[in-house]
C-alpha cells in the first residue's frame, strides 16, 4: 500500500535521490550517458533546498510513502506554464525509485494530483514527456493522457530531444 502526502523540507534527500535515480534509469539510452552520469543527489537536493526557500513558490509537491514509511515517489505540479486555454494545471515532474516502477507508486500519486487539481476547479491536466522515452508514454496513456500535437525541443548537453505535450481532461 501506498501512502501520498505533502513533502516536507525533511524529504529533500530522499526526493533527490528519487529523482537522479530515477532520471538515470528512465533516460537511460536516451539522453546521453555523460549528461546522467554529471546527476549528482547532493547538487540536486542544493536545488530542491533552495526552493522550500522561496516564499514565492508555486508548485505543489508530493510524495509516496511505503509501508515502512521510506519514500518511494515524487511529484511536483502546479498551474500549467504557457497559454493554455481551459484552466490547465501541469505535472512538472513525477519520479518513482526505479525498483518501484509498475507498483502503483505512480498511479496513487497521479490520482492525487488529478483529485487536487480537479478541488481547485482546474479543468484539464497537461504534462510534457521525451518522445523516444515509450515507458512513461504508455503510463500516462494508460492514465487517460493523449499526445495534443505540441512539442519542444530540450537540449541535453550536445544533443537536442523532442518532447511531447501530453493532455487530459479533468472530470
Do not use: K
Not at 536516451?30 to 508548485?59: H, K
Request: a positive charge; one cysteine or more; proline letters at 5%.
Amino acid at each position: 500500500m501506498v501512502r501520498v502526502r505533502e513533502m516536507y523540507e525533511a524529504d529533500v534527500d530522499a526526493v533527490s535521490a528519487v529523482r537522479v535515480r530515477g532520471w538515470q534509469s528512465a533516460y537511460a539510452g536516451i539522453v546521453p550517458q555523460g549528461y546522467l552520469d554529471a546527476m549528482t543527489v547532493e547538487s540536486d537536493a542544493q536545488r530542491r533546498r533552495a526552493w522550500f526557500a522561496d516564499p514565492l513558490r508555486r508548485s505543489t509537491e508530493l510524495v509516496a510513502l511505503d509501508d515502512d514509511g521510506a519514500l518511494v515517489g515524487w511529484i511536483s505540479c502546479g498551474p500549467y506554464r504557457g497559454p493554455a486555454g481551459v484552466r490547465t494545471g501541469e505535472v512538472y515532474a513525477l519520479y518513482v525509485r526505479p525498483d518501484r516502477i509498475g507498483g502503483g507508486v505512480g498511479r496513487a500519486l497521479l490520482g492525487e494530483v488529478h483529485a487536487r487539481l480537479e478541488a481547485q476547479q482546474f479543468r484539464a491536466l497537461a504534462l510534457w514527456v521525451l518522445g523516444d522515452n515509450r515507458q512513461a508514454r504508455r503510463f500516462y496513456e494508460r492514465a487517460g493522457f493523449r499526445p495534443d500535437g505540441a512539442t519542444r525541443e530540450d537540449g541535453y548537453g550536445d544533443v537536442t530531444l523532442t518532447e511531447l505535450r501530453y493532455r487530459r481532461p479533468l472530470p
